[in-house]
């Protein structure tokens, strides 16, 4: 199974960025995947879900400026994310969203919010 994270840089406050992750070796199709992201000093946290039928759900502190999506056709999910603010640094990892179902976390993509 590989989860490889994509799309992460350097940004300035109220930026955006789009990051990817290519899914393979995994039933991606029925999976419910998640974005997830660790601060320096900080435990990771789930950001956004989005279920095999496409719904979504996102943690409070990027509901409204964050917008999950995936394609099954690429076994791709997507984390669009815009109005960026220096707390959103981190690095972004995809995974399954269900706990139980969670593989190898890979190295991430490094986002950084300059103020």
């Known amino acids: 199974v590989s989860l490889q994270a994509s799309g992460g840089g350097l940004v300035q406050a109220g930026g955006s960025l789009r990051l990817s992750c290519a899914a393979s070796?995994?039933?991606?199709?029925?999976?419910?995947m998640g974005w997830y992201r660790q601060a320096p000093g900080k435990q990771r946290e789930l950001v956004a879900t989005?279920?095999?039928?496409?719904?979504?759900n996102y943690a409070d502190s990027v509901k409204g400026r964050f917008t999950i999506s995936r394609d099954n056709a690429k076994n791709t999910v997507y984390l669009q994310m815009n109005f960026l603010k220096p707390e959103d640094t981190a690095v972004y990892y995809c995974?399954?969203?269900?706990?139980?179902?969670?593989?190898?976390w890979g190295r991430g993509t490094q986002v950084t919010v300059s103020s």
């Open positions: 995974n399954a969203a269900v706990p139980a179902l969670i593989q190898s």
């Open positions: 989005v279920t095999s039928g496409g719904s979504t």
């Open positions: 070796g995994y039933i991606f199709r029925i999976s419910d």
